[in-house]
């Protein structure tokens, strides 16, 4: 027998169809897409990752889709992708035939806008922490490239349609004061 008290006060714990999440809590949103910044809390940032993923294989995939992406954007300011300033010419670039230069050029204009295209199609797919962090990587790197330049120590700067791609990068991701601190980083 029901008795009078049960039916006015239902089960707390039971929630009816309407009331379930549709989705995932604003926890786990706020936990995946927040900022943190990796180079001063390496700690946190592993926290993170075992809140999201837990310890196991999602977490492994997690860091392996990251690392890849950060690999392929870095891979734009490796010195095959830099000019040599002493030559004046893209450091892959061998001496051509005159009649294959024209077509060359087309092809690496073509080549970048593709390769700019897939890497910017995977980098909106990460959370905005991940790419926080693949842009952050981008500006130190090629912080250093130029830091070693103005040292001395290299003869080769980044291509500027790479710094400009890094620039949106940055944008997209709303990455607003490491764009900043990137151009005020350059001027030191």
Known sequence: MISEKETHHPNPNALNSEQQPKGPSRHMLFAQHFPIPYEDSVHECNQRTVVLYGVG???DDAKHVVKKISKEVLKMFSKK???D???GELCRVKKRKEKDSNDFASNISMNFESVFDGIFNKFQKLSFHDQHFVTAQCRNL???EIKNFTALSLTYLPLVENVSYLFDLMEYSLNI????DFSVQVQL
């Open 57 to 59: 294989k999602a977490r």
């Open 81 to 83: 992708n830099c000019v």
């Open 85 to 87: 300033v002493l030559s």
């Open 142 to 144: 090629v912080l250093d």
């Open 177 to 180: 004061y490491g764009l900043l």
